[in-house]
């Protein structure tokens, strides 16, 4: 199983929205609504984001949201923030309890 | 508060075994699918294995199928992965997560298992 891509970078300044975008086929993300997304900061283990696409755990910013359109999932991270600087990683099932992950996708915030 | 704390990282050479834990507390362990994701040096992260709730079925990514095995002690509220014949591209964080279906929730800090020639 491929991993899912992702851009390797992508940057915006304060208040600006960006996407990420997250590419993977009829095997995972255009056949399962099981999309999540998760923040990285360097040394630390990942936290969820977004899952089922488009739901966001309690406690995590509204400036976060997700969404699908067949084969490519998006995180938009509106409101920009320096906080926001991490790497994130995009996850779809690939069937049952298997999983593949992004390529991961390095924001910063100029 | 959930905790996923895990440990048995180290150095080996390879083609040696090593075994990593995952102590759980804050949640109720028994009622919760486990998996096992690990992240190399300077990479990504790439899932590596599940176990469900009660033990009875367990996948694997096709990199470690028949070399990694996960298991799990509910008694104990503790995760398992016994990890066979390492290979450099073993090198990476280890970390457990807890599963609700589809995604994973919690995550544990890593344990970093390290194969050298």
């Known amino acids: 199983q491929s991993a899912l891509t992702q851009p390797a970078s992508v940057s915006g300044s304060p208040g600006q929205s960006i996407t990420i975008s997250c590419t993977g086929t009829s095997s995972d993300v255009g056949n399962y609504n099981y999309v999540s997304w998760y923040q990285q900061y360097p040394g630390k283990a990942p936290k969820l984001m977004i899952y089922d696409v488009n739901k966001r755990p309690s406690g995590v910013s509204s400036r976060f949201s997700g969404s699908k359109s067949g084969n490519t999932a998006s995180l938009t991270i509106s409101g920009l923030q320096a906080e926001d600087e991490a790497d994130y990683y995009c996850?779809?099932?690939?069937?049952?309890?298997?999983?593949?992950f992004g390529t991961g996708t390095k924001v910063t915030v100029l | 508060q959930v905790q996923l704390v895990e440990s048995g990282g180290g150095v080996v050479h390879t083609g040696e075994s090593l075994r990593l834990s995952c102590a759980a507390s804050g949640f109720t362990f028994s009622g919760r699918g486990i998996h096992w994701v690990r992240q190399a040096p300077g990479k990504g992260l790439e899932w590596v294995a599940f176990i469900r709730s009660d033990g009875s079925n367990e996948h694997y990514a096709d990199s470690v199928k028949g070399r990694f095995a996960i298991s799990r002690d509910n008694s104990k509220r503790m995760l398992y992965l016994q990890m066979n014949s390492l290979r450099l591209e073993d090198t990476a964080v280890y970390f457990c997560?807890?599963?609700?279906?589809?995604?994973?929730?919690?995550w544990g800090q890593g344990t970093l298992a390290t194969v050298s020639s």
């Open positions: 997560a807890s599963s609700p279906p589809g995604y994973f929730d919690y």
């Open positions: 996850c779809s099932s690939t069937g049952t309890f298997t999983y593949v």
